[in-house]
């Protein structure tokens, strides 16, 4: 399975952005996709999660700024940013579940300025 990442950029805070993520190869049967970010010098954190059938799930830190959508056909996995934060500044992954295993897309870079 490969994952493409796109969407990042800088914006002001308060501002939005959309990350979207397409698994291609053997992209058949994904479960569950997600998105995570690593900032500088910290641990990778995992934001929000989404099943096949569009159970979400998100870590308080986003809930009720980001939302997580899937769309199987296009095996396409989106995380709609809003109210950004300077603290949200980091290198975004997206990341996939296909029969236990975990796939990792490449991560692409939001710069919140304040």
């Known amino acids: 399975v490969q994952l493409q990442a796109c969407g990042g950029g800088l914006v002001q805070a308060g501002g939005s952005l959309r990350l979207s993520c397409v698994a291609s190869?053997?992209?058949?049967?994904?479960?569950?996709m997600s998105w995570h970010r690593q900032a500088p010098g910290k641990q990778r954190d995992l934001l929000a999660s989404?099943?096949?059938?569009?159970?979400?799930n998100y870590a308080d830190s986003v809930k009720g700024r980001f939302t997580i959508s899937r769309d199987n056909a296009r095996n396409t996995v989106n995380l709609q940013m809003n109210s950004l934060k300077p603290d949200d500044t980091a290198v975004y992954y997206c990341?996939?579940?296909?029969?236990?295993?975990?796939?990792w897309g490449r991560g692409t870079l939001v710069t919140v300025s304040s």
């Open positions: 990341s996939v579940r296909r029969y236990g295993s975990n796939y």
């Open positions: 190869g053997s992209s058949f049967s994904i479960s569950i």
């Open positions: 989404i099943t096949s059938g569009g159970d979400a």
